[in-house]
């Protein structure tokens, strides 16, 4: 896809897959992460010719997810996935170069769904059933919990630069998305 000055998006390319997906990231220029459901394993990646690839981790869950379960995003700046885990309300977080990895706990996330980095490495969880957005450090430490006043956030995005937050919601009756200024 490719998006010109006065906003027109031009579709490059349509790649089919032999999985059902609900969440993408981008690892590098010409392959993406996604998340898959509905059959294992639950993270899997595709590169823009349509080649798929697996991604194993010895922290990722070898079960199979229903739609909504989970969602991941990476971090380029340290090459780290995090995925998270709606049944068990936990985020995993797995370093992809070193093996190594943790389960990130915290009264906070309850039940989280979706999850995005930034690009000055923080990583944003939506907690669907604590009504709050989780930020967690490179390193998985729980920075700040947000309360913005959404009931049940969904999904959530960071501008390029940083400089903006986008989140929404799947509560019946009071859909909403939201955006904000981030201030570092």
Not at 87 to 103: F, K, L, P, T
Not at 153 to 173: E, K, Q
Not at 174 to 184: A, G, M
Request: net charge negative; proline share 4%; hydrophobic share 35%.
């Amino acid at each position: 896809m490719s998006v010109s000055e006065n906003s027109t998006i031009t579709m490059l390319k349509e790649i089919t897959t032999t999985f059902k997906c609900d969440s993408i990231s981008l690892l590098d220029v010409g392959t993406f992460m996604v998340r898959t459901y509905g059959q294992r394993p639950p993270i899997r990646t595709i590169d823009v010719d349509g080649n798929e690839g697996e991604v194993q981790h010895k922290l990722i869950p070898d079960k199979t997810y229903k739609a909504d379960n989970s969602a991941c995003t990476y971090t380029p700046l340290n090459e780290i996935i995090f995925f998270t885990d709606r049944e068990q309300h936990a985020v995993y977080m797995c370093d992809i170069n070193s093996g190594e990895g943790r389960v990130i706990t915290n009264d906070n996330i309850q039940e989280p769904r979706g999850i995005c980095a930034g690009p000055k490495g923080n990583v944003f969880v939506c907690s669907m059933k604590s009504h709050c957005i989780v930020q967690l450090s490179l390193r998985g430490d729980v920075l700040m919990t947000h309360d913005f006043g959404m009931y049940g956030p969904y999904a959530i995005s960071v501008s390029t630069d940083g400089s903006r937050l986008v989140v929404s919601n799947i509560a019946g009756g009071q859909r909403e998305i939201k955006l904000f200024n981030i201030v570092y």
